[in-house]
C-alpha cells in the first residue's frame, strides 16, 4: 500500500529537488509502468481544474517551505482526434515558450523531453503574462516498457523577480553633484560595501541510477 503524501512523515529539513533525469527516468518511467515510488511524494493532479496559485496546496510536502511544486497529470487533447494538447484553466491558460529540451541519461541516449510553458490570465490569443513557469516532462516511447504517453510529469514555480540594481553611472553623477558643495580637503572618499549574497541549502534525493 503506497503512502499518502499527508500520512507520509519526512524528517525536518528534507528537500525534494530531482534532477530533470530523475523526474523521467526514475518517477515517470515508473508511473507508466505500474510500479510503486519509494517516496510517494508526486501527486496525481488535473491541471484543467487547478490554478498555478492552487497547485501549491495541492501538490505541498509537510515539511517546510518549498519553492517549487511537482505533479503527474494526464495530457487532455483539446481535440479528439488532434494531437494538440488542452492547458486551460478557469482563470487562464498555459502557453508553450521556446523550444524543447532534450533530456540524456548521463551522457547516454535521449530519454525524454522538456517542454516550457509560461501562464497567462485571460483567454486566448490574448492573455496577461503571469510569473508561473511549468516545466512539462515526458518519456520516449522506447524508453517506457509500457507504450503509454499519456501521462506526464510537470514542475511548477514562481519566476523570481530581480532587484532593481542602480547604474554605475548614476552613483558617479550623485558624487560629483555632491563633490561641487564640499571642500576638496572635507570631501571623504567613499566606499562601496557588498554585502554578502544569502545562502541556503537545497539537498537533492540520490535514486538508484539504472
Known amino acids: 500500500m ?12 528534507f528537500r525534494f529537488h530531482p534532477t530533470d533525469e530523475e523526474l ?33 496546496d495541492k501538490c505541498r510536502i509537510e515539511s517546510g517551505p ?32 521556446g523550444r524543447d529540451k532534450a533530456i540524456h541519461l548521463g551522457n547516454s541516449k535521449r530519454i525524454g ?3 516550457t510553458l509560461v501562464f497567462y490570465t485571460g483567454r486566448a490569443p490574448h492573455g496577461q503574462k503571469t510569473d508561473w513557469i511549468m516545466h512539462e516532462y515526458r518519456l520516449d516511447r ?7 504517453d499519456a501521462w506526464v510529469v510537470c514542475k511548477v514555480f514562481q ?13 558617479v553623477e550623485e558624487d560629483q553633484f555632491n563633490s561641487r558643495a564640499r571642500s576638496p580637503r572635507t570631501m571623504e572618499r567613499k566606499q562601496t560595501f557588498h554585502l554578502p549574497s544569502d545562502f541556503s541549502f537545497n539537498a537533492s534525493m540520490h535514486l538508484p541510477s539504472y
Open 159 to 171: 519566476k523570481k523577480s530581480h532587484p532593481t540594481h542602480i547604474l554605475p553611472e548614476t552613483v
Open 142 to 148: 522506447e524508453t517506457s516498457e509500457v507504450q503509454e
Open 24 to 56: 523521467l527516468y526514475y518517477y515517470l518511467r515508473k508511473k507508466l509502468a505500474y510500479e510503486a515510488i519509494d517516496l510517494d511524494v508526486i501527486r496525481d493532479v488535473d491541471l484543467n481544474k487547478l490554478e498555478p496559485w492552487d497547485l501549491k
Open 66 to 97: 518549498q519553492n517549487e511544486w511537482y505533479f503527474f497529470c494526464r495530457k487532455d487533447k483539446k481535440y479528439p482526434t488532434g494531437t494538440r494538447t488542452n492547458r486551460a484553466t478557469a482563470a487562464g491558460f498555459w502557453k508553450a515558450t
Open 113 to 115: 523531453m522538456r517542454k
Open 2 to 13: 503506497i503512502t499518502s503524501i499527508r500520512q507520509l512523515m519526512v524528517p525536518p529539513g
